[in-house]
C-alpha cells in the first residue's frame, strides 16, 4: 500500500491534560473571548495589537506545558510506524513534537510566524509585537502562523489523499464540530477504514466504528499498544 496506513486527527482534548485550554465547551476559549475580536483576519487588521497581545499569551503558556501520556503514545506510535502513520492535529502548539511525533498542523502553529505582507514563514519562540519588521520584505506586519475563522486549513490535499488509502483513522480529544475535520471520519469509511472515536464523550451519529470514551492520558496509550500488537 501506498501512503499512511493510519491516520489520526487529534483535538485540543490530547492538550487540555497538559493544562492548555479547549476551545469549545462550556468553560473554553471562545467561551470567555469573541473569537471575532481575537482570530480574523479582519480583527488583525482592526487592533493588531490586541490580538498579538493574545496569541503571545497563549505562546508562553503552550512553551511552558509539557506533553502527557497521550502525546508520548503517538510519540512512540510514530517511532514504529514512519511514514505509515500520518498525524494530523488541529491544535496549535507543540507537544506532539515535544512527545516524539511529526504532526501535520492544519491549523498552524504558534511556534511560526508569518508576514501578512509577503508570507514568509519562519520558526519562532517569542512574542511578535507590531514593531517587529518581517526580515524578509521589511514590512511590519507579523503575525502568528495559526488558521484565522475565514482562512483555508494546512495540508488538506495530503490529509484527503491519506484518508482515501488508509485502513485506521482515529479522532481523538476534538469535538467533531469545525469542518472540514468533522468530516475526515466520513472520506475514511468511504475508504472502508476501521474508524476510532477517541474522546472524553462518544461522537454519536458521525459513523465511527468504535468509540473509546475517557481521559486522552489513559485511552491512547491502551489503543497505541492494541495499534502496535496488530501491525
Known amino acids: 500500500m501506498s501512503g499512511p496506513e493510519i491516520v489520526i486527527l487529534t483535538g485540543a482534548g ?15 476559549i471562545w467561551a470567555k473571548f469573541d473569537p471575532r475580536d481575537l482570530a480574523t483576519p479582519e480583527a488583525f487588521q482592526r487592533d493588531p495589537d490586541r490580538v498579538l497581545a493574545f496569541y503571545n499569551e497563549r505562546r508562553r503558556q503552550a512553551a511552558e506545558a509539557e506533553p502527557n501520556d497521550a ?3 503517538l510519540g512512540r506510535l510514530h517511532r514504529a510506524l514512519g511514514d505509515r502513520l500520518l498525524l494530523v492535529t488541529q491544535n496549535v502548539d507543540d507537544l506532539h513534537e515535544c512527545g516524539g511525533a511529526r504532526a501535520l498542523h492544519m491549523h498552524g502553529s504558534l511556534f511560526i510566524a508569518s508576514c501578512a505582507a509577503c508570507g514568509t ?15 524578509a520584505c521589511n514590512a511590519r506586519r507579523l503575525r502568528p502562523d495559526v488558521v484565522w475563522f475565514g482562512e483555508m486549513p494546512q495540508g488538506l490535499d495530503v490529509i484527503y489523499e491519506a484518508l482515501e488509502g488508509c485502513r485506521i483513522f482515529a479522532s481523538i480529544g476534538t469535538s467533531g464540530e469545525v469542518q472540514p475535520a468533522a468530516s475526515f471520519v466520513l472520506f ?5 477504514a476501521d474508524c476510532y472515536d477517541i474522546n472524553i464523550e462518544a461522537a454519536y451519529g458521525r459513523g465511527f466504528t468504535h468509540h473509546l470514551i475517557g481521559p486522552a492520558t489513559e485511552q491512547v496509550p491502551r489503543w497505541v499498544d492494541q495499534i502496535l500488537a496488530e501491525v
Open 14 to 28: 490530547v492538550s487540555a491534560e497538559s493544562g492548555l485550554g479547549t476551545f469549545r465547551d462550556t468553560d473554553g
Open 71 to 73: 502525546h508520548r503514545a
Open 121 to 135: 514563514r519562519r520558526n519562532w519562540s517569542g512574542d511578535i509585537t507590531t514593531a517587529m519588521a518581517c526580515p
Open 188 to 192: 475514511a469509511l468511504a475508504a472502508g
